[in-house]
């Protein structure tokens, strides 16, 4: 199976609002709401943010919100701030019953 | 509080087989709670590995299935990963992971803090 197509790098400034995409197929994102969004720091285990496309977990604060359209998925992070710096991955549920997560995209802030 | 520890060799050799175990407290193991591995090598991303139910319901990332068995022990609140033939591509540090599972809900919600095991001779 491919893994989910997210950019590479992305980067904001203090403030500011960014949106990190997540690109796969009929067969995954398509398919269900099952879209989940993981933030990891460098050397620290993956943490869920966001799950079933835009559902926040107890404890993660609503700068950060989750949509779908069709195949692509979003992450937005509001009023960027320096601890945002980290990896981030989406995940999805996919028509044959495995997992797949996307290719990660990097966070800098400037 | 959930808590997930995996542990196992840190050095495994090449063709041999990589064997870890998680042990889970405070978390039931019924009620739509099921158990996956993810890997991550170094520098890369996460990859699935597998996830199981305590029924024994078994699903696997096809590019591994020939080589991976995860397997379950509700009674000792463990689940365990065997990788055969394993080549240097299968050094990354491995997490046991919950992942919930339910009709409006799937995701992956507590993590171990991972266990990094090296292919090497």
């Known amino acids: 199976q491919s893994a989910l197509t997210q950019p590479a790098s992305v980067s904001g400034s203090p403030g500011q609002s960014i949106t990190i995409s997540c690109t796969g197929s009929s067969s995954d994102i398509g398919a269900y709401n099952y879209v989940s969004w993981y933030q990891q720091h460098p050397g620290k285990a993956p943490k869920l943010l966001i799950h079933d496309v835009s559902d926040r977990p107890s404890g993660i604060s609503n700068r950060f919100s989750g949509s779908k359209s069709g195949n692509t998925a979003s992450l937005t992070i509001s009023g960027l701030q320096a601890e945002d710096e980290a990896d981030y991955y989406c995940s999805s549920y996919t028509r044959s019953r495995t997992r797949v997560f996307g290719t990660g995209t990097k966070v800098t802030v400037l | 509080q959930v808590q997930l520890q995996e542990s196992g060799p840190g050095l495994v050799k090449p063709s041999e087989t990589l064997s870890l175990t998680c042990n889970v407290s405070g978390s039931s193991f019924y009620s739509g709670n099921y158990w996956a591995w993810i890997r991550q090598p170094p520098g890369r991303g996460l990859d699935w590995i597998a996830t199981i139910y305590h029924s024994g319901t078994t699903y696997y990332n096809p590019s591994l299935k020939s080589r991976a068995t995860i397997s379950i022990d509700t009674p000792k609140s463990q689940f365990s990963l065997r990788l055969t033939s394993v080549t240097a591509a299968d050094t990354a540090v491995y997490y046991c992971?919950?992942?919930?599972?339910?009709?409006?809900?799937?995701?992956?919600?507590?993590w171990g803090q991972g266990i990094l095991v090296t292919v090497s001779s």
């Open positions: 992971v919950r992942e919930r599972y339910f009709d409006d809900e799937r995701n992956f919600d507590y």
